[in-house]
């Protein structure tokens, strides 16, 4: 679709990879909803991004809040063409801890916003979406979840997030297919390791030990380089039910 055109929410808008693909989609003449729990730096990032951003206090897991917001985005933007998934947590944990077993908690935790939240926003956003205009190629929007390289290389103690992130792999075609019909693509972003709020704290010897694994660039991921890749994959309407490796050719053991 054409940048200017782009009216997309955003989970996890106000910080990290998804404020990262906000700067750029703003930047290049859309609008954006950002959908975030953190009210605080929502408002830092509106302040930053002005008048074509609006912030949405939205829980990716509450089915109803969701719907709501959803409408106030779109109302906000004057129409809804696009979602980005970027909402998530770690979810660190091993299956078999010193403390013993891992609460079940966490594993549904983790699944429950990476995954079911991924789902919950989608769906709602596709229902609204499905009534929008269509372009040329009968095109009315794009989804694009947000999965990670640990989907197909989860290390020890990432049992919850990988299976969270495998779940939106599995999510990716069926969706594209279904909603061929509306015109709306789907697809999925796999970052490897990149330098985010997430990620910023590791100590040194931590990142230098990741960097030296990443072949090429051999450091950690740039946002911008992120939201480099969603401007492209909202660009190009036969990239569809898919996923795109974004991680230096990083292959974790």
Known sequence: MDATQVKAIITGGASGLGLAAARRIVADGGRVALFDVNAERGAEAVAELGAAASFHLADVTDEAGIVACVEAAHAAMGG??????????????????????????????????????????????????????????????????TASIAAWEGQIGQAAYAASKGGILGLTLPMAREL????????TIAPGVFLTPMAGGMPDAVRQSLEAQIPFPSRLGDPAEFADAVAFALKNRFLNGTALRLDGAMRMV
């Open 80 to 145: 809804l063409n696009a979602v980005l998934n970027c909402a998530g947590v770690l979810g660190a944990g091993r299956v078999l801890g010193k403390h013993g077993p891992m609460p079940l908690s966490t594993f549904e935790t983790t699944v429950r916003i990476n995954l079911v939240g991924s789902f919950n926003v989608a769906k709602a956003a596709a229902a609204r979406i499905q009534n929008e205009p269509a372009n040329a190629d009968g095109e009315r929007g794009v989804i694009i979840h």
């Open 180 to 187: 061929a019909r509306f015109g709306i693509r789907v697809l």
